[in-house]
Nanobody, 116 residues
Framework: QEQLVESGGGLVQPGGSLTLSCTAS????????MSWYRQAPGKQRELVAQ????????NYAESVKDRFIISRDNTKNTVALQMDNVKSEGTAVYYC?????????WGQGTQVTVSS
């Protein structure tokens, strides 16, 4: 069964840091680009960051560039999102997705709440 499971969400203060992780199973992880998206209450799901299958190509949304870092470990079938200097608008459910474009597999999401 192909599956993505996110973890690491929680409450973080503005300016703080949090690292999300996504563990893949049931497919050849190292063949796929991976993406992180987020969906804030009342808003559409938006791209946060993407990483190619081999980690050589990375893309960030302008709103998180220089604050977030996406990385992957193909030996552990995981993709991580390190979030530094988080802002209140970062409150959202964060989703891990398979592929660079046209996501064809989603995780269940992990809630991140940025609040003092």
């Amino acid at each position: 069964q192909e599956q993505l499971v996110e973890s690491g969400g929680g409450l973080v203060q503005p300016g703080g840091s949090l690292t999300l992780s996504c563990t893949a199973s049931g497919f050849s992880f190292n063949r796929y680009g991976m993406s992180w998206y987020r969906q804030a209450p009342g808003k559409q799901r938006e791209l946060v960051a993407q990483i190619s299958h081999d980690g050589r190509e990375i893309n960030y949304a302008e709103s998180v560039k220089d604050r977030f870092i996406i990385s992957r470990d193909n030996t552990k079938n995981t993709v991580a999102l390190q979030m530094d200097n988080v802002k209140s608008e970062g409150t959202a459910v964060y989703y891990c997705g398979r592929k660079w474009n046209k996501i064809d597999l989603w995780g269940q999401g992990t809630q991140v709440t940025v609040s003092s």
